[in-house]
């Protein structure tokens, strides 16, 4: 089997018996996106004379023994709104083409002196705003299972790296779903942490009192090594929590006998493709098959209210966060204009896609004087009320399970013209942002036509261990990850 | 006039804080352009803010020594608007939640106490500075040193009646910031800057008139006259049947009017909204009476303790304790040499001319509190008399000299107070003057002076007045 191929976690004990070195590892994944990439598309910048320096230094480190862990030497990429000093960081904006940051992500830092190997930048809706990853303002990432398909977004360059194998494992950041239901699309598995669980700091905003970021890999146990490395308080985002972490890794195989898991009714309902619910709650059978204790009549009454109240919140962050791309100092400026408004305008008109714009025009008109309390003020209370919702369910459950997304990866263009049928693709996943809960989508089987359909666990605040622990347990059950799609190479 | 004059104040205090109030920054004044920035100051895309806590403290400060009560639940909002100055595109400020409300300040204006409320008083960052270079037209930079500067903004009621009281008002105001060590209280650099809002109303009407807002008045002078200016304009309209416009306007310090800034269909919507960056700031007990326990004395209680404590009149306390700095000054003299009268005298007498006539604070004097207690020191002993002690000040202050020891042994300006000496020089006058001496034993008392006059010409004024009275009296009766 071919480097690329292997999970981090089989990696990390290949590097460390000596039989391969971080080198061959990476030259095997550059080959690979070499092979592969202008048929996926997933990267929208590579770094491969980086990623080698990275890779010999992280063999000296162990060769040395020198701090060495499961991350060194393992090739991972970004999602491009993670900020990379010196490495261009567009965010799949026009407005942001050429932006090199002065600074890295805390992530990145935790990354570089974990020894991870940085590939480099992967494809994305434009600032993180879209479910199929179509609203790139520079190329188009297919779906590595059904190439006619998208990829899922906002974060489908990330998925369909892991999926593709051109990365070992990517990071991605989850809004609305941002990370679950591309990681659903593209078969591989994706974790949303709870809110302040991953610093922020360097994460570059679409909606700060939602975005988090989290791994994107090809078992739990990846995922479990991965969030290690980036988990933890940081004195630079005031709400990353001071929790400590615990060691993930070590408990995913507990028993999950006596476990309480709950299927909130209201995601079952009209919209549900059939083919997913079969999948889904066949994994919750295999679940209580192995001693847990499932209870399929719970509920989470303000479901229905979700969207909406994400749409006005997500919108009026956003529309305050991307205030900042007015030309003036990074990034693209509009020529020949006329006076400061004008270049504004014209920087802002031509920079920014429409799915940004129609999103800064939404969330300006939720927060406008006269609007504020009907909208913005109103979506804030019924965030609350969806986060009591699960409160409550939490009283009774240790996690919730559900499907990521209504339906499997759609096709091109199915939905891109039709702002609504793509805002409803997040449906299920959107509740779990706006309370703030961690999360994840592992592989739970395919369509008849051989499209991958991803299990959503919903886990209490900061219960990031439960969640591992539980989708590790279920990911041996199923038996679906690690699987990989055959990449018919695009005629040349 | 036919017009109450309504004015309430606006004022912007930039705290002396080392850093900035969500980076770590320097504050520093006068660094090369953008020296003092980081990817936070500059709003870098991903860039978080984390607050200063000082900046709490401080503003805890402001809200206590103005009786107002301190918010217990601090929300940090934004300001949308766009200007390059700008580097978010949004102020983080305080909006609905702001740090104190409710309090007041007392003012006096020609002997009339009044009482002016405070609205609130919030926490924000500053902006940067736009640059017109002259050698490029069309061409401007931005210098974002001083953008996430922390400020404090102060909102006064409508309770000020006339220029004379927003000046009293302001005054007051920006010697309890300097106090409180929380601002330099510097207009001209903008470190604290107003912002007046003026309209007229009948007399005993019961609503407010339509408002303008005045800025760009940086000093105290320029306040009153823009003011001034403002109620001259609005009654001019009023009278002949106008309606006041509500705007913002810009006053011109050199052609002495205010100009249109923007009217009320340019104002723009902010679009506050808290910011989600930034959790709410709780402020318990202990925190409050922690700064209550470190707050800096105000004018008040330290006029109170000089009179008390060291037993000088009320009205050169009130002199030594309008500045800060002068009252230091003074209290570090105090603790060289313990004769607070004396030193008071000297610094209103002496210092305060000399200052005033080169228009210098009492931090530029060249006189330190030890030369200065030095002096006092010589004149005490009766090394030399208080008439050479003002020439020995004199060449301290031009030469910046604080050993008046060696000034006087130098310039051999030690007083004579050698009893034989003296005795013998004014033997000699009263002889060669018998007939005045008679005419003083007749009755003339006058005379005496001219013999004391005598004996210091002779000494180059540096016989001991004090003997030398004493000595004549013996000699003449
Ligand atoms: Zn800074």
């Not at chain 1, 809110?195 to 078992?219: K, N, W």
């Not at chain 1, 309480?260 to 059978?285: M, N, T, W």
């Not at chain 1, 240790?398 to 039709?418: H, L, R, S, Y």
């Not at chain 2, 930079?141 to 953008?147: C, E, H, P, Q, T």
């Amino acid at each position: 089997m071919e480097l690329y191929n292997y999970s981090l976690e089989n990696l990390g004990e290949l590097l460390d018996k000596g039989e391969i070195s971080a080198v061959e590892l990476t030259r095997s994944v550059l080959e690979r996106i070499s092979a592969v990439d202008d048929t996926i598309g997933s990267y929208l910048t590579v770094d491969a004379e980086g990623a080698l320096i990275q890779a010999e230094s992280a063999d000296v480190r162990r060769r040395k023994r020198d701090n060495v862990t499961p991350l060194t030497g393992i090739p991972v990429g970004l999602k491009d709104l993670i900020s990379t000093a010196g490495l261009q960081t567009t965010c799949a904006s026009k407005i942001l083409a050429g932006y090199r940051p002065e600074y890295d992500a805390t992530v990145v830092s935790r990354l570089r002196s974990a020894g991870a190997v940085i590939t480099g930048k992967l494809n994305m809706d434009e600032f993180a705003m879209g479910s199929s990853t179509e609203n790139s303002a520079f190329q188009k990432t297919c779906n590595p299972w059904a190439l006619d398909r998208v990829p899922g977004g906002s974060s489908g360059g990330s998925t369909a790296a892991v999926a593709a194998a051109t990365a070992i494992a990517t990071l991605g950041s989850d809004t609305g779903g941002s990370i679950r239901q591309p990681a659903s699309f593209c078969g591989v598995v994706g974790m949303k942490p709870t809110y302040g669980r991953v610093s922020r700091y360097g994460l570059i905003a679409f909606a700060s009192s939602l975005d988090q970021i989290g791994p994107v890999t090809l078992t739990v146990a990846d995922a479990a090594l991965l969030l290690g490395v980036i988990a933890g308080h940081d004195a630079c985002d005031s709400t990353s929590v001071d929790l400590p972490v615990a060691d993930y890794y070590k408990r995913l195989k507990n028993d999950i006998r006596g476990l309480k898991i709950g299927l909130p009714q209201e995601y079952f309902g009209a919209g549900l493709d059939s083919e997913v619910e079969v999948l889904v709650r066949s994994a919750c059978g295999q679940l209580a098959a192995a001693g847990a204790l499932v209870n399929e009549a719970i509920s989470l009454p303000h479901t229905d209210y979700a969207v909406a109240c994400y749409y006005l919140l997500a919108t009026a962050e956003a529309s305050s966060n991307l205030a900042r791309y007015d030309g003036v100092k990074y990034g693209f400026r509009a020529e020949n204009t006329d006076g400061l408004l004008d270049m504004y305008r014209q920087t802002r008109a031509q920079g920014f896609g429409d799915e940004v714009k129609r999103r800064i025009m939404l969330g300006t008109y939720a927060l406008s004087s006269g609007y504020y309390d009907a909208y913005y003020r109103k979506a804030q209370q019924v965030r609350t009320l969806i986060t009591r919702d699960f409160e409550k369910v939490f009283a009774d459950c240790d996690v919730i399970v559900a499907p990521v997304c209504p339906t499997p990866a759609f096709a091109f263009g199915e939905k891109v013209d039709d702002p609504l049928a793509m805002y409803l693709s997040d449906i299920l996943t959107i509740p779990v942002n706006l309370a703030g809960l961690p999360a994840i989508s592992v592989p739970c089987g395919f369509t008849k036509s051989g499209l991958p359909v991803g299990l959503q666990i919903i886990a209490r605040p900061f219960a990031e261990e439960t969640l591992l622990n539980v989708a590790w347990q279920y990911e041996q059950l199923g038996g679906w990850s690690r699987r990989r799609p055959e990449i018919k190479k695009k005629a040349v | 006039m036919d017009y109450e004059i309504v004015i309430g104040l606006e004022v912007h205090c930039q705290l002396l804080t080392e850093t900035k109030i969500f980076c770590g920054c320097s504050t520093n004044f006068g660094n090369l352009p953008n020296q003092n920035t980081c990817p936070v100051c500059t709003g870098m895309p991903g860039a978080l803010p984390v607050l200063n806590r000082k900046v709490v403290d401080f503003a805890i400060r402001a809200g206590l020594a103005t009786d107002c009560s301190i918010v217990r639940e601090n929300v940090f909002a934004r300001k949308n608007y766009f200007y390059p100055d700008l580097p978010k595109g949004y102020q983080i400020s305080q909006f609905e939640l702001p740090i104190c409300v409710g309090g007041y300040l007392d003012i006096e204006v020609e002997d009339e106490k009044k009482r002016i409320g405070i609205t609130r008083i919030h926490m924000e960052e500053d902006a940067g500075k736009l640059v017109h270079p002259e050698y490029e037209h069309g061409v401007s930079f931005v210098d974002y040193n001083r953008a996430c500067v922390p400020l404090i903004e102060i909102v006064s009621d409508p309770d000020m009646r006339s220029s004379a009281e927003a000046v009293a008002y302001l005054k007051n105001m920006r010697d309890i910031m300097v106090y409180l060590e929380v601002c330099d209280g510097n207009m001209e650099e903008g470190s604290f800057r107003c912002d007046a809002n003026i309209s007229l109303r009948r007399w005993g009407a019961p609503e407010l008139g339509i408002r303008a807002e005045l800025k760009n008045m940086n000093s105290f002078r320029n306040v009153q006259r823009a003011i001034d200016y403002e109620v001259e304009r609005q009654s001019d309209i009023l009278d002949n049947g106008g309606v006041v416009v509500q705007e913002t306007r810009l006053w011109n310090v050199d052609r002495g009017i205010s100009m249109s800034m923007r009217g009320k269909e340019e104002a723009h919507d902010y679009r506050y909204f808290p910011d989600p960056d930034l959790l709410p700031v709780v402020i318990d007990d202990f925190w409050v009476d922690e700064v209550r326990r470190n707050q800096p004395e105000l004018p008040l209680a330290k006029r109170q303790r000089f009179v008390v404590d060291y037993g000088i009149l009320l009205t050169d306390a009130e002199v030594l304790t309008s500045d800060r700095n002068l009252a230091d000054y003074f209290e570090a003299v105090v603790k060289i040499f313990p004769r607070p009268k004396a030193i008071a005298n000297w610094i209103m007498v002496e210092l305060l001319k000399f200052l005033n006539d080169d228009k210098i604070a009492i931090t530029q004097c060249s006189i330190t509190p030890q030369g200065l207690a030095e002096l006092l020191k010589l004149i005490d002993k009766g090394t030399i008399s208080g008439k050479i002690g003002k020439q020995v000040f004199a060449q301290m202050y031009s030469a910046a000299d604080n050993d008046p020891e060696l000034i006087v042994t130098t310039k051999g300006l030690a007083q004579m107070s050698d009893a034989g000496e003296l005795t013998g020089m004014i033997d000699e006058i009263l002889a060669a003057n018998a007939d005045k001496v008679k005419e003083y034993q007749d009755g003339k008392s006058k005379m005496f002076g001219f013999f004391v006059g005598q004996v210091m010409k002779r000494s180059k004024g540096q016989a001991n007045p004090q003997m030398v009275n004493e000595l004549i009296k013996e000699r003449i009766g």
